[in-house]
């Protein structure tokens, strides 16, 4: 089934931009979804169809996706920030069309 | 506003079936484009997709749970209800329910959660 790679962490100083990329397989042809999540709490979707943002989501979280990479960028960041972040598709290239979600990035506000 | 909330038991022994119960508000599973799905996450682990229903009655399901699960839908109570059979203590997690954006893939409202753990 398809497989979506984060990197394990990403630490960043305040004010500073942090990547958190998500690999797959010719990822750039499908759509990809970012999810914030902090201790304890539900989701939050932060970037859906790779770089649109739900209304409430600040300007400094965007996204972008080519190739076998998808990216989310979070500009200016702040100890607000600090989070797990997971990427998500729909997988329909298979017999089994279904959702996945990415290995997850905590992302560390130093 | 769109909320759901989960609803079930806290604690499962091994071999029994959970049954889970995803409440909503905000929205009809009747309209066309909706779909509601059920996300796991076990403790300090990825979320983990497990099934989602659609507006119209198709349904999805992890290709590698697929055997264990069954997802349905009360209309009229505004209830989605995943079963898994076969609880073992690696299913212990948080069992989340989530609306899906009416155009694309992505969940964009989701439930508090409800914490399920496995154990004799």
């Known amino acids: ?110 | 506003q769109i909320t759901l909330k989960e609803s079930g038991p806290t604690l499962v022994k091994p071999t029994q079936t959970l049954t889970l119960t995803c409440t909503f508000s905000g929205f009809s599973l009747s309209t066309s484009g909706v779909g509601v799905g059920w996300i796991r996450q076990p403790p300090g682990k990825a979320l983990e997709w497990l099934a989602l229903i659609y507006w119209n009655g198709d349904k999805r399901y992890s290709p590698s749970l697929k055997s264990r699960l069954t997802i349905t839908k009360d209309t009229s109570k505004n209830q989605v209800v995943l079963t898994m059979t076969n609880m073992n203590p690696v299913d212990t997690a948080t069992y989340y329910c989530a609306h899906k954006l009416l155009r694309g893939f992505a969940f964009d409202i989701w439930g508090q959660g409800t914490m399920v753990t496995v154990s004799s």
């Open chain 1, 1 to 110: 089934s398809y497989v979506l790679t984060q990197p394990p962490s990403v630490s960043v100083a305040p004010g500073q931009t942090a990547r958190i990329t998500c690999g797959g397989n010719n990822i750039g042809s499908k759509s990809v979804h970012w999810y914030q999540q902090k201790p304890g709490q539900a989701p939050v979707l932060v970037v859906y169809d790779d770089s649109d943002r739900p209304s409430g989501i600040p300007e400094r979280f965007s996204g972008s996706n080519s190739g076998n990479t998808a990216t989310l960028t979070i500009s200016r960041v702040e100890a607000g920030d600090e989070a797990d972040y997971y990427c998500q598709v729909w997988d329909s290239s298979s017999d089994h069309r279904h959702y996945v979600f990415g290995t997850g990035t905590k992302v560390t506000v130093l």
